[in-house]
């Protein structure tokens, strides 16, 4: 990748975010650039999460931009519109729909990109069914869900929740996909597992910000990686300069070990 602007799907550019007299996010100022796996780190109340959701207008910044693919996600679109031009995200606490069962969890997203929720077709469901089974079935697989496939979502442990939500974002094949603790509540073999299947979509060119707590995953994911500590970034860069870098082992002290 070239280091021109043209190479950045998303600019965070000056984003503040208040809540209460508690400064949530300062200034946060932030590119990442097309194709590349960005994580971004931190200790519990860092903003991670609030600076996710200030991507996908669930919050709304008091000030700044945050641009993809040329709209500025703060201002004017809302959630659905955001997901509808190519951004898909994982939340901590996974959200499915529990009465389905797994297959139609993931089929129920693709018809969403592709229709919207509020011009639903039912022939079109009909008529492209048999090729979405597939394609969510092929997720599930990759995901070692697939024998559970017509089980009740809702019967899920924690970790293969949030392995059937990864799926149901995959199948929307979004240009920029935010993943909040994606391994959380996962034993190390179905964390090795989505770290391996998140290495391969990597040729897909689909973009990926990751905010994670376990350094195994972090570490071998991430393109580059930016530190957040009390609503601020303290430190970006590679991998390697990261986990020598002094303010950041200040802000881990007691917490997570990198």
Known sequence: MSDNDDSYILEIIGVNKTFGG??????INLKVKEGSTHAIIGPNGAGKSTLLNTCIAKLVPDSGSIIFAGRDLAHGITPHGIN????SRVFQTP????KLSLLHNVMIPAFAKRDGFFRFN????????????????????NLGLSDSAEVHAGSLSRG?????????????????????EPTAGMARHDTNR????????????????????????????????????QGAIIAEDEPEAI?????????YLGSAEI
Not at 22 to 27: D, F, G, V
Not at 84 to 87: D, E, S
Not at 95 to 98: G, L, M, R, S, V
Not at 243 to 251: C, L
């Open 22 to 27: 508690l400064k949530a996010l300062s200034n």
């Open 84 to 87: 509808q031009i190519g951004v």
């Open 95 to 98: 959200e499915i729909f529990p």
């Open 122 to 141: 039912l022939f079109k469901w009909l008529r492209d069914e048999k090729k979405l089974k597939d394609e969510a079935m092929s997720y599930l697989d």
């Open 160 to 180: 293969d929740k949030r392995r059937l939500e990864l799926a149901m974002c995959l199948i929307q094949h979004p240009k920029l996909l935010l993943l909040d």
């Open 194 to 229: 989505t770290i391996e299947l998140l290495k391969d979509i990597r040729e897909d060119g689909m973009t990926r910000i990751i905010i994670e707590h376990d350094m195994h995953v972090v570490f071998s994911l991430a393109d580059r990686i930016s530190v957040l500590a």
């Open 243 to 251: 986990k020598g870098h002094p303010g950041v082992r200040e802000a």
